[in-house]
């Protein structure tokens, strides 16, 4: 595919249960990103894989989320335990190289938390 | 945190009027993007303008960059309805690559 890829586009899930959200970035994208927005908000930085380096988790709100990067290519944000306040429009972006400007964005996973 | 805020929040216009969106931030930047969001779709980058820029155009797009006042502008000329979305700013600062997003401005082109 030509864009970035995210799965699933919606997410229901019972509080207190495991989520797993996938993001497959454009092909020889070296810069990865995954933001959060909640309802009417702005994007609110998660966590950014840049090549081989160490990811910067600055962002992660908890330590019930964790992401990893597979290969340089598709990464997967986990989600331990939800909580309500959990529910958000996860949101990854990929750039050919960081600090080259332009991201570039999925659709985004909508998750809801009960 | 967020460094970049626009302004307005919302704004509501007629087809063919101008649409004038303003973001200000508070440290030094090295670049400045704006981008689009339609309602329940991701973001499409329109235009980014470095630090020693001071205008920027593309098609019937408008972005300043004052550095000194912190702050840019993003004018959308001849509005159409399909405009209709939400408009983000993004900064990224010093060493970081990473982008920090407003909260948006909400514009509504009536046709």
């Known amino acids: 595919g030509a864009g970035v890829s995210q799965s699933p586009s919606n997410k229901v899930t019972e509080k207190g249960k495991d989520v797993e959200l996938r993001c497959d970035p454009i092909s020889g994208h070296t810069a990865l990103y995954w933001y959060r927005q909640s309802l009417g908000q702005g994007l609110e930085f998660l966590i950014y894989f840049q090549g081989n380096s160490a990811p910067d988790k600055s962002g992660l709100p908890s330590d019930r989320f964790s992401a990893e990067r597979t290969g340089g290519s598709v990464s997967t944000l986990t989600i331990q335990r939800t909580q309500q306040e959990d529910s958000a429009v996860y949101l990854c972006a990929s750039s050919r190289l960081a600090g080259s400007g332009e991201l570039f964005f999925g659709e985004g996973s909508r998750l809801t938390v009960l | 945190s967020q460094q970049g805020e626009e302004d307005p929040q919302a704004l509501s216009i007629q087809e063919g009027e101008n649409a004038t969106m303003n973001c200000s931030y508070k440290?030094?930047?090295?670049?400045l993007q704006w981008y689009r969001q339609n309602s329940g779709r991701g973001l499409v980058h329109l235009i980014l303008i470095r630090s020693n820029e001071r205008e920027k155009h593309s098609g019937r797009l408008r972005v300043t960059l004052d550095t000194s006042k912190k702050s840019s502008s993003l004018l959308i000329t001849a509005s159409r309805a399909a405009d209709t979305a939400s408009y983000f700013c993004?900064?990224?600062?010093?060493?970081?690559?990473?982008?920090?997003f407003g909260r948006g401005t909400s514009l509504i082109v009536h046709p």
């Open positions: 993004a900064t990224d600062s010093g060493g970081s690559y990473i982008p920090t």
């Open positions: 440290t030094s930047i090295n670049n």
